[in-house]
């Protein structure tokens, strides 16, 4: 048996504009009207990251706990290094 997808989320405790990000971001995905959440995806590795308004993140795509919790890690330093403002380092949890 092999791990094909390790589900992980997060918070980072503070609001998060989703419509800054999609400013700052061309490679994102965001329709309010459809879905409440952002959706942030990485090549290297290949995952997703819903990003919601909240504060709350989910990383879907990972093999292994590590690469999930270092994939949050790489999404909140880049959203840092353009500009917005992340107060806290995220909680990651596994959910399975």
Excluded: W
């Amino acid at each position: 048996m092999s791990i094909e997808n390790i589900v992980a989320s997060a918070s980072v405790n503070q609001n998060i504009d989703l419509n800054m990000i999609t400013k700052l971001f061309t490679d994102v995905e965001y329709h309010p009207d459809q879905f409440p959440g952002l959706v942030f995806r990485l090549t290297q590795p290949k995952t997703a990251t819903l990003i919601f308004t909240s504060g709350k993140m989910v990383c879907t795509g990972s093999k292994s706990e590590k690469i999930a919790r270092n994939v949050i890690k790489t999404v909140i330093s880049k959203l840092r290094k353009s500009g917005m403002t992340i107060k806290y380092d995220a909680k990651v949890k596994i959910q399975n």
